[in-house]
């Protein structure tokens, strides 16, 4: 860790020439040191080369480089990015504070135990690891090394969901649908811990309930694993969800719908946009495009739409900010190693009522 001295030391000199207070100098300092981490990548696929790019515009990190197996993948990208390219992981992983895992499910155990291992705090994509099995024994060492780790669930930071998320209170029934283009890239484990994951997360973060019951279905159309999912996900408070999903859709769809008492909220991940529907007592003269119904009992309610604003941010230039705040603060991560491992036990239970009722029908077709 280093810090950024040169914008701020002409206006130290300044302060203490004037004889400033003690005290005002040491507020400036705090205020405009910038704590620079050393960062490097393990990754450099698509979404790692997106990560690369993200952080060479946070100054909060100094990107040291990154590890890539695919000897091509990694010439093409230290080229084009102009950014080191290491020979082992090792030799990465000694050379920074924070190690970024973006490389397949399979591998994100071995790295993220190696980095721990060395002390060093980690960001690591989802699904946070392969198995329970690996999730379990990662809180373990994790804890054990007193490092932060921070799992890339990247839809707490859509702004369509930071816009939407203070309007949310108690949901009743939730349908999420996620659907997308076929793309052969994620087609090693099944669309539940590809796709699906992203909507179990934002799930457990609204719903503050556990998990009464879970029925699923799915189909395995182009690859070996389900590529569409129907998830009904039934909560101990009542709260219901449906989740559909699907990577071999003729379009790209990412929205969820929350109902509750006197509201109806959306959210587009996609677009990045959310709106509120709301239903509320009508004034006693309501205006000429006030838009009001007549419940059976005669009491006026007015309609209300209102699109809810939100900073147009890159949600993961954003979750990297804020790892890097985590550390530098000693706080807890937005995003915790624990909040992580409770996404993959839930995605398992749905492969789990997959393969059930996948069993059911071969019974019955027999």
């Known amino acids: 860790m280093k810090f950024r001295f040169a914008k701020i030391m002409k206006n130290i000199i300044i302060l203490t020439e004037k004889n400033c207070q003690t005290i005002k100098l040491i507020s400036y300092i705090c205020k405009n040191f910038v704590f620079m981490l050393k960062i490097g990548v393990l990754g450099a696929g698509h979404l790692g080369k997106i990560h690369i790019n993200c952080i060479k515009q946070i100054e909060k990190y100094e990107l040291v480089g990154f590890y890539d197996q695919d000897e091509n993948t990694a010439k093409t990208v230290a080229e084009d990015a102009n950014v080191r390219n290491f020979k082992n992981i090792d030799e990465l992983i000694d050379s920074v504070d924070v190690v970024d895992i973006v490389t397949p499910t399979i591998a994100h155990f071995e790295c993220a135990s190696k980095a721990i ?83 179990i997360d934002i799930l457990l973060t609204i719903v503050k309930s556990p998990i009464k019951s879970i029925e699923a279905s799915g189909v395995s159309i182009v690859s070996p694993t389900p590529d569409m999912i129907t998830t009904r996900i039934e909560f ?127 019974k019955h077709l027999k």
């Open 117 to 199: 291992a060395k002390g060093k705090n980690v960001f690591i994509e989802k699904p946070i690891v392969a198995t329970v099995e690996e999730a379990n024994k990662l809180i373990a060492l994790a804890r054990n090394a007193k490092v932060k780790v921070q799992v890339g669930h990247v839809e707490r930071f859509n702004p369509a969901f930071v816009a939407a998320q203070p309007y949310i209170d108690d949901p009743v029934f939730i349908e999420v649908h996620r659907l997308a283009l076929y793309n052969p890239r994620g087609c090693d484990v099944p669309v539940v811990l590809d796709l699906t994951v992203h909507d």
């Open 236 to 362: 101990e408070n009542g709260a219901v969800a449906n989740l559909t999903t699907s990577r071999i859709s003729l379009k790209n769809m990412r929205k969820f719908r929350i109902f509750q008492n006197g509201a109806y909220i959306t959210m587009d991940f996609m677009e990045k946009k959310s709106d509120i529907v709301r239903v509320e007592d009508a004034d006693e003269n309501p205006g000429p495009f006030d838009m009001t119904i007549s419940l059976p009992d005669g009491t006026m309610k007015k309609i209300s739409v209102m699109e809810l604003e939100s900073e147009q941010t890159n949600a993961i230039k954003t979750e990297l900010e804020r790892f890097n705040d985590a550390i530098v603060t000693g706080t807890e991560p937005p995003v915790t190693i624990e909040d992580g491992v409770e996404v993959l036990k839930v995605a398992y239970m749905i492969l789990d009522e997959i393969d059930k009722h996948k069993q059911q029908l071969k």
